[in-house]
């Protein structure tokens, strides 16, 4: 498999249509057979070199069982093809960020959901609760709040 060509293809992909190193290329069967689906579409030549450079960073193996995924599911373009390589990929560890002393807390808040659930408690269309607001409360039994 003449892997050091797929640069060469991302910048001219109809060499895999008609490329002499392309013609006995040897790929595995999902692949030749995205490949066979592809070549039939407009723009095919590009998708297929979007699958082939997918081997430079994930391997021919890899590369191989996304192709056989998608065509189980009916499907064999590039888009599909790269996204089941991505969602098998291992994700990168996370980053261990150390808070600096000067930005930690000295003395951390205390939750009161209490406050907020009493705001979403209503009797006959009037807010209960144990605290009175004067104005506003005027003004919403008037009926202008």
């Known amino acids: 498999m003449p892997l050091h060509y797929i640069p060469v293809l991302a910048r001219k992909p109809g060499a895999l249509r008609n490329g002499a190193p392309f013609r006995e290329w040897e ?9 066979r689906k592809l070549e ?3 723009g095919g030549d590009r998708q297929m070199v979007d ?12 590369v191989e069982a996304a192709c056989a995924e998608a ?3 009916n499907v064999h373009s590039a ?7 991505a969602r098998h990929r291992e994700p990168p560890p996370p980053l261990t960020i150390t808070t600096p002393d000067a930005l930690k807390l000295a003395c951390e808040p205390i939750a009161d959901c209490n406050r907020y659930d009493s705001l979403r408690r209503t009797q006959n ?12 409360e005027a003004l919403r039994n008037e009926g202008r709040l």
């Open 125 to 136: 269309g009037k807010i209960r609760g144990n605290r009175r607001d004067g104005k506003a």
């Open 40 to 42: 039939r579409q407009p």
């Open 71 to 73: 065509l189980s599911h």
């Open 79 to 85: 888009g599909v093809v790269l996204n089941i390589l």
């Open 27 to 35: 790929l595995p069967v999902p692949i030749r057979r995205v490949w």
């Open 51 to 62: 699958i082939l450079s997918a081997v430079l960073t994930d391997g021919i193996d890899a």
